[in-house]
């Protein structure tokens, strides 16, 4: 089943008259084409899924880019490539926005970078995107330097979202998700057990930052755990930022940054005030515990919002209202923080790491009004499906500890 596009035809896609330039590049899970708009000479990108004669991968691929549309549809920001329009018919079709840029595996295998300056240019754009992205609960998934854009004048684009997750939405294969793994730049607790969150994104950042500041996959210079610090490959880059990439990149995910926030602000040197309390971290937001807080779906006020009057009130957009009204209740409690499953349907559960199982992500169910005491790092996650995941997540953290 050929999906290949010829040289000068002319697709139509959700009203654009695209007619293909040339191939940009092909690799095994399809094409991207360079096209022009005949109305008016506007540059696109199209991209195509690479079809078999294999039902199942077809369905996989064709998965893979509908998904990409999804999520790119609902972001607008300077440093994630755009999405233009999309199409099954007759075979599917992604055009996004042109970025003449070339992704920076390829432009940093030709040269190295002339100061530490370049290498903080481009990680703050790629942190702005992923603040961004984490703050409306997606996580990319497949942060490596080929999936990032770097031009001549260092301006970045994101791309590749067809790995991300976005609520449930997700590559689905055979029924289960599929997550990537690109070596060296996925995070342990994502190649090994398939669990990603906003923490697994901040170990891809610093390990493509790692990549630009030394040309090197970060698990080809390995000592021990970690690879060896970039002041020994690098002599440009300072004992200051090097320490800062090695942070994000810890293989323990509770001692990386706590999120894309926190690294930003590290890696330019910003004044950190940090939270002495308890707190919440909601996307990017952190909410400290000093009373109880409640935690649901957004809803014009009902009989039961009466109860929790006296808390405060945490409202989620969700669009496809699994979340509960009145989902979780997170309180102080002595000189413990306790979580309590309060929804009237689906579930809540609790996911940590576990330190003495390689950091294996243990799952446990909540039952429903019983409290559950919480401990610095561990995830709320709103309403858990065995293949799909975790809904939402909030993640607690505990200064004291």
Known sequence: MSTELKIGEVLTIDGLRLKVIKLLARGGMGSVYLSKDESDNTLYVVKTPRLTDDLSENESLKGRIGVEYDILKKLSHENIIKAIAFTYNPQPFLVLEYFPAPNAYTEFQRRKISNENELMIIGKQLLDAACYIHAVNIVHRDINPKNVLVAETLKIKLIDFGTAKHFYTQQLKEGDPVWPVTKGFTAPEQEKYGFSSPLSDIYSIGATLYYIASGKNPREVLDGDVPKPLTKINPIISQRLSEVINIAMN??????????????????????????????????????????????????????????????????????????????????????????????????????????????PIVKKLDANRPWMLTNNDIIALCYHEKLGPYFTIRFVDPRW
Do not use: W
Not at 271 to 299: A, D, F, N, S, W
Not at 335 to 358: K, L, P, T, V
């Open 251 to 360: 293989p323990n995910p509770n001692l990386r940054f706590k999120s894309a926030t926190d690294f930003l602000q590290h890696l330019v040197g910003a004044t950190i005030l940090e939270i002495q309390q308890p707190y919440l971290l909601i996307g990017e937001e952190k909410v400290p515990i000093t009373k109880p807080i409640e935690i649901g779906r957004t809803h014009t006020l009902c009989n039961e919002c009466r109860k929790y009057r006296h808390a405060r009130r945490i409202n989620i957009a969700d669009p496809r209202n699994f979340v509960s009204r009145h989902h979780m209740l997170v309180y102080p409690r002595g000189d413990h923080i306790y979580a309590e499953f309060i929804g009237s349907f689906n579930n809540a559960h609790i996911i940590y790491y576990d330190q003495f199982s390689d950091n294996r």
